[in-house]
């Protein structure tokens, strides 16, 4: 049996390839770079130790679960501080707790008594029942509000996606806003309603998940997957050209200045989506996957900066703050990593980590490290009451970071469900197609293994059956 080529080594290509090996079925992970694990990157200096990507799993689903015992990783893992079910949100320059009860939601000084009224009215508001790709901004306008887009959606936003309300999708982007919408009328309804059905499917919502990290970090995750996954994973080996052949797919690759042909049984593209569309197609007619280039990506600059204890007024006693753009911040929000998890700074310091950039201001994501580090202290000293100079500080700069699902996104799953129709063998996924959280990525991989499983366990038996 021809091995099955993964193209991409982040979580979903590595969680994948485990599945199908799992399965007896060979695989081959080609991956551009010199590591695994795409935008999970941990890095540990001098005791402080950074995420520059993700930092938790919403363990949405036993599947994630069985992935980490399955792994052998049960004894590294840590759940985040019972804490860190606090969130906040900046308004008027000072650091709020966004409210997570009726009573903490009347007394919260986040919102004003006439946004507060307003919302008791959502219930009554009827449903659009439009097939239109309404933009999440307008979404939340008409169901709750314009206050609750300016300091609680557009923050969110910022810190989900780096992303703008006004240009992304509720129907692609936040599909069960809109799913809740449609069938129960109410968002409020819906929230109620719908925790039984979740309970049924054996589903989380990720407002209640349990965030799940490493001693280690999040990197321990896609280490071990390597470990698993042994010779299949090619590093250093970027794919250029893909074809089809007698035996299924060829890919051409580059390993060591020399290009290279190998042949495939199925083919799983889960490189990240602007990177799909650079590969040379010309030989599969009708095959041309320069449209993913339009999806939009924009860039982050990650900031981790470590303080001695002392030197933060602000107890960090939750899992950070997402600032709005109305507080004309340089920030997108903080993450206290200390307080989250264990093992994050030296004893009497803490962590914070930081996100500059996005779509609110990508011309600052692309500063020089010092210029960033200015600016992020700034606000740190603003809004945390942060005192003296860093005793860490770490930059990372992600380029083509997050895919933003705007108003049309649907053209691209419509192409990648007939691209897969079209071409046998051949199936996308990863954060691009089936939602940007890393939960959403696993899940992602599981579902793909399960596809190209049948199918190349189904063409294996086909000349058995012709036979008889």
């Not at 997570?100 to 507060?116: C, H």
């Not at 239109?132 to 300016?150: C, K, M, N, Q, Y």
């Not at 996606?161 to 968002?187: C, D, I, M, T």
Request: with cysteine.
């Amino acid at each position: 049996m021809k091995p099955v080529a993964i193209i991409g080594a982040g979580i979903t290509g590595l969680t994948a390839a485990f599945r199908l090996q799992q399965q007896n079925i060979p695989v081959t992970v080609y991956e551009s770079s010199g590591r695994v694990g795409g935008a999970i990157k941990t890095r540990i200096d001098n005791g402080y130790l950074s995420e520059y990507g993700p930092s938790a799993i919403l363990e949405t689903s036993p599947k994630i679960t069985a992935l980490i015992t399955e792994l052998g990783l049960n004894g590294k893992r840590c759940n985040a501080n019972p804490d860190s079910n606090k969130n906040y949100i900046v308004r008027n320059g000072q650091i709020m707790r966004v409210p997570n009860s009726p009573l903490a939601f009347i007394r919260t000084p986040l919102f004003s008594t006439s946004a507060k009224l307003r919302l008791f009215a959502e219930p009554f508001i009827p449903a659009l029942r439009s097939e239109e790709d309404e933009p999440l901004a307008d979404f939340v306008v008409r169901r709750i509000g314009r206050e609750f887009l300016d300091y609680a959606i557009n923050p969110l936003v910022s810190g989900i996606y780096a992303g703008n309300p006004e240009h992304l999708s509720v129907r692609y982007a936040f599909p069960k806003l809109r799913e809740v919408e449609q069938k129960y009328g109410s968002l409020i309804l819906g929230q109620f309603l719908g925790a039984k059905e979740r309970k049924k499917r054996e589903e989380i919502s990720k407002q209640e998940a349990n965030k799940v990290s490493f001693v280690d970090g999040l990197q321990t995750l896609t280490d071990a997957l390597q470990q698993q996954l042994g010779t299949a994973v090619k590093l250093n080996s970027p794919v250029t050209a893909l074809s089809q052949s007698a035996e299924g797919w060829s890919i051409t690759v580059q390993a060591q200045g020399q290009s290279e042909l190998h042949e495939h049984s199925a083919l799983l593209l889960a490189s990240p989506a602007h990177k799909l569309a650079s590969f040379n197609t010309e030989s599969i007619p009708g095959l041309n996957l320069s449209l993913l280039g339009e999806i939009e990506h924009p860039s982050i600059a990650a900031i981790v900066l470590g303080f001695r204890r002392q030197d933060v007024e602000n107890p960090l006693d939750g899992y950070g703050f997402l600032v709005p753009k109305a507080e004309q911040l340089s920030i997108l929000g903080t993450t206290f990593s200390s307080s989250v998890f264990p093992n994050r700074a030296p004893k009497d310091h803490v962590t914070l980590t930081s996100f500059i950039g996005g779509c609110r201001n990508p011309e600052l994501a692309v500063l020089d490290p010092d210029k960033l580090f200015e600016l992020t202290l700034r606000d740190m000293q603003k809004l945390l009451g942060v005192r003296g100079k860093p005793t860490f500080q770490h930059h990372e700069f992600i380029a083509k970071a997050i895919p933003q699902y705007n108003v049309g996104y649907g053209k691209f799953l419509t192409f990648m469900n007939e691209t897969e129709a079209k071409n046998p063998g051949l199936y996308f996924a990863g954060n691009y197609r089936n939602g940007i959280s890393l939960a959403d990525s696993i899940l992602s991989g599981t579902a793909a293994a399960g596809r190209i499983a049948e199918f190349v366990q189904s063409n294996s038996t086909k000349p058995m059956e012709a036979t008889k």
